[in-house]
């Protein structure tokens, strides 16, 4: 079992920047892939970015040259820097985790990013 705590939402005007944390309970050297996925209300939550255990990233088209996903193996966690938030950034961010040989999925509880024009 894992259990994943994010933090560092909050508001912020367009142009800002937030750094999101996921800590994990367990040692994510043994979790495959860890993300950052976002929802807004009455819409289907989407991918933003990933890191897997060897270090390699991936981003949404979207966040693409402004968010930046990375790792502190020695704490755990997974962060995401924003930067050049937009109002279209505004949702629900929820750390992901990917585990195991039959993939196991977990997911955090989620924290509200809001950014105003």
């Known amino acids: 079992q894992v259990q994943l705590v994010e933090s560092g939402g909050g508001l912020v005007q367009a142009g800002g920047s937030l750094r999101l944390s996921c800590a994990a309970s367990?040692?994510?050297?043994?979790?495959?892939?860890m993300g950052w996925y976002r929802q807004i209300p009455g819409k289907q939550r989407e991918f933003v970015a990933t890191i897997t255990s060897g270090g390699s990233t991936n981003y949404a088209d979207s966040v693409k040259g402004r968010f930046t996903i990375s790792r502190d193996n020695a704490k755990n966690t997974v962060y995401l820097q924003m930067n050049g938030l937009k109002p279209e950034d505004t949702a629900v961010y929820y750390c992901?985790?990917?585990?195991?040989?039959?993939?196991?999925?977990?997911w955090g509880q989620g924290t509200q990013v809001t950014v105003s024009s």
């Open positions: 992901n985790a990917v585990r195991g040989v039959v993939l196991y999925v977990y």
């Open positions: 367990v040692n994510i050297f043994s979790i495959n892939v």
